[in-house]
Structures are given as structure tokens and as C-alpha cells.
């Protein structure tokens, strides 16, 4: 049980060193506190240049708690509880590896770090992408996943901060299904995990922006917010009522996997999801909804 205590521990000092370094500009490509920032006002800039809903306010409805929400789940809740529990949960899945005589180097099929840099990025992306998409898949196919997810669905009006607007629940499930295919392929340089989520943030970001883009070709390779809206959309046919476009950075598993749906410009359509109406209005609230429903899968 000390030896738990002592990667709580750790972790909390770890991650609150890291944090305070960041905001004091002792970190340089890894400072993910001013990357998101400054990726932040690029994407709000562009929405104010090349506004879709020519209508919708640059401080768009919730624009504020979704802006809290950013800093919040891309930092506060690292400190609070995720960075100790992945570190702990990591521990005892190799302890209980242990009692077989087995660790999580058995699972490693190859070391990815022995590739040509290009390559190794090329392959953590789209491996990463698509264990994204799915883990999508399954926060809107079952009851108790989607009481959760609800939350990112709760946006009325579309904006890049949106992007991060979820319940905490949602990275520990995301971090969850990563873990194995991450152990498959050996580790990753910290460098490497910065390139790939800094790109994955600005393409977030631009799925949720009110901007009126689709790439052209690329829209078949990208996620894009002509894209993406759909996935928000409020009504949607009955075939389709477990979702579309789960896409996070990639478009393409959509199309591969007939998830795809865009049949009209989705400009205008009503985004949220049946009995939204009922959905608490504040983060705290809405952090506590999924607690207080009875969940079937």
C-alpha cells in the first residue's frame, strides 16, 4: 500500500512541478499551457474572420463555461486525479501481470523507437486516432458511456472551446483502451507525443470552429467542422441513432467503416440531443448527472 502512496505522491508533485514550469515559460516544445493558448486565439480569430453562422456572437452562448472547461480538463483535472490514477492503475495492472510471471514488455510485438522517425509518428498517429474513434463509438452505443458523454453533447452553439467541453470520465475510458496498443508498440520519446497532440488540438478545435471549411479533398482524410456538426446534430434518421462521424482527427474511419453522414449543409441544424432541455445548465451539475442516472448498457 506505501509504494501506491508514494506514486500518488509523486505524481501529484510531478505534475504540479510540470504545471508550475509551464506557466513560467521553463519549458519550451512540451508547454502545453501556452500551446493551447495561443492555438486557442488562432482558431477564435478565425471564427470571427470567416464566421459560418454569420449570426452566432463571438462570445457565443456557454462560450465561457466551455472556456473553463478547456483549462480545466486539459490541466486542473490532470492535477486533481488523472495523471495519479493512470500512474496507479498502471502499477497494479503490472503487479497483477506479476502474480503470471508476465509484464507489459510480453505485449510489445515491436519497439517502435528503432523506426525512422517519420514513421514512428506516421504510426502512433493513426494507431492512436483509430483506438480514438472506436472508444467514440462505444461512448455513444451504450447507455452508461453516453450518460457521460452527454456533456460534450450539451453544446447548443458551436465554438472551438467546445472541443474540450467533456466529463472527466471520458479521458480515463480514452487513456483506458490506448494502453494496450501504446504497450504493443514500446514507448514513445515525450517529443513525439507533443507533435501528435498539438496537431490533434488544432484539428479539434477546427472541427467545433464556426467556421465554414471541409478542406476540399482532404475532408476524406480529415475531420472537418462541415464534418463534425453532424455529428452534433439533435435529429438524426433512426438508422442512425447511435451516431455519426466519430472521427476525431481522422475522417477517414467514418467513410471506411459507413459511419460517414453528411447530407446537406449542416449550417443551421439544431445541435444537442433528445431532452437536452432537461440538461443542467452548469459544470458542476453536469458533472454530477451521470452519477445520478440508472445505467443500462
Excluded: C
Amino acid at each position: 500500500m506505501n509504494k501506491y502512496w508514494e506514486i500518488i505522491s509523486k505524481s501529484y508533485s510531478d505534475y504540479w512541478n510540470y504545471l508550475k514550469q509551464s506557466v513560467l515559460f521553463e519549458l519550451n516544445w512540451e508547454n502545453y499551457f501556452y500551446g493551447l493558448i495561443i492555438i486557442s486565439l488562432v482558431v477564435w480569430g478565425l471564427e470571427i474572420a470567416f464566421p459560418w453562422r454569420k449570426n452566432q456572437s463571438i462570445f457565443r452562448k456557454d462560450f465561457w463555461l466551455d472556456t473553463f472547461y478547456m483549462f480545466f480538463n486539459f490541466f486542473l483535472l490532470n492535477l486533481i486525479v488523472l495523471i495519479a490514477l493512470s500512474n496507479t492503475t498502471a502499477e497494479a495492472f503490472n503487479s497483477v501481470l506479476g502474480i503470471f510471471g508476465l509484464s507489459i514488455t510480453n505485449f510489445q510485438l515491436f519497439d517502435i523507437n528503432t523506426f525512422p522517425y517519420w514513421l514512428r509518428i506516421a504510426i502512433f498517429f493513426i494507431v492512436i486516432d483509430f483506438v480514438q474513434w472506436y472508444t467514440h463509438t462505444l461512448l455513444h452505443k451504450y447507455e452508461f458511456l453516453w450518460n457521460f458523454h452527454k456533456v460534450h453533447h450539451s453544446v447548443k452553439e458551436m465554438g472551438f472551446a467546445a472541443h474540450l467541453r467533456y466529463h472527466w470520465m471520458e479521458p480515463v475510458v480514452y487513456k483506458s483502451m490506448k494502453y494496450i496498443p501504446l504497450a504493443i508498440m514500446g514507448g514513445f520519446t515525450a517529443q513525439d507525443v507533443a507533435i501528435v497532440h498539438f496537431f490533434n488540438i488544432v484539428i479539434g478545435h477546427l472541427n467545433h470552429a464556426n467556421i465554414n471549411w471541409d478542406y476540399g479533398y482532404l475532408k476524406y482524410i480529415l475531420n472537418n467542422p462541415k464534418m463534425h456538426i453532424w455529428h452534433h446534430a439533435k435529429e438524426l434518421p433512426e438508422e442512425r441513432r447511435n451516431g455519426v462521424n466519430f472521427g476525431i482527427t481522422l475522417s477517414i474511419w467514418d467513410y471506411l467503416f459507413k459511419t460517414n453522414y453528411i447530407p446537406h449543409s449542416g449550417r443551421d441544424i439544431e445541435i444537442g440531443f433528445e431532452g437536452d432541455e432537461q440538461f443542467p445548465n452548469d459544470f458542476l451539475h453536469q458533472e454530477l448527472y451521470p452519477l445520478g442516472k440508472k445505467n443500462a448498457s
